[in-house]
Each structure stands twice: as structure tokens, then as C-alpha cells.
């Protein structure tokens, strides 16, 4: 059985960074595509950013120049460097994972996401 989580989240200043990491771990599987989305209050869940098997990357505008996502193959790991942060980044952060299992049926997963905060 695989299992996503993240961790990394909490309480910055405006201006300030954190570094949010996401791992599948289990076993009999690979992973293909992975990215980080984000659910702020009163609002829809929404894309961040995504990185490829390949290592190519999508950002959604709001945070282009600002964070970065990266990958570990060998640990089913994902990165996402946020840097400048604003008020308007507080929102609980999401990672998904397009699990791909041995036998050859594919699905995505998600964690259970981590609470980051951007506040004076």
C-alpha cells in the first residue's frame, strides 16, 4: 500500500521561505508525475506547481519566480522551495502523486497536506 505525506509546513513572516518535502513510500511501484496544491479559506483547491517523470516543470502564475519544485527519483520524493512568501500563500498545501504500480494500474494520491501560514 502506498502512502503520501508531507511535512515542512508552519508559520512564517511575510518575506520569509519554507521548504515543503512530500515522500510515497511503500513498495511495487513507481511514481510519474508529482505536485503540490493548495486550499486556502473559502476558496477552491488549485494547482501550484507540478514536476514530470522528465523533470519538467509547471508553476501557476501567482508563484512563478518565487517557489520551485524538485524531485529525488530514488526517495519518491518532491520539493517545493517557497521563497517571498505572502499572506496571500496561507493555505493548506497538498501533494500528489501519480502512483503507477507494478502490474500497470496507475492512480493518483494525495497526502493528507500541511498548514502553512503567512503572517506577521
Known amino acids: 500500500q502506498v502512502q503520501v505525506r508531507e511535512s515542512g509546513g508552519g508559520l512564517v513572516q511575510p518575506g520569509g521561505s519554507l521548504r515543503l518535502s512530500c515522500a510515497a513510500s511503500g513498495s511495487g511501484f513507481t511514481v510519474n508525475a508529482m505536485g503540490w496544491y493548495r486550499r486556502a479559506p473559502g476558496k477552491q483547491r488549485e494547482l501550484v506547481a507540478q514536476i514530470t517523470s522528465g523533470g519538467i516543470t509547471n508553476y501557476a502564475d501567482s508563484v512563478k519566480g518565487r517557489f520551485t519544485i524538485s524531485r529525488e527519483h530514488a526517495k519518491n520524493t518532491v520539493y517545493l522551495q517557497m521563497n517571498s512568501l505572502k499572506p496571500e500563500d496561507t493555505a493548506v498545501y497538498y501533494c500528489?502523486?501519480?502512483?503507477?504500480?507494478?502490474?500497470?494500474?496507475?492512480?493518483?494520491?494525495w497526502g493528507p497536506g500541511t498548514q502553512v501560514t503567512v503572517s506577521p
Open positions: 500528489n502523486a501519480v502512483i503507477r504500480y507494478d502490474f500497470g494500474y496507475q492512480y493518483d494520491d
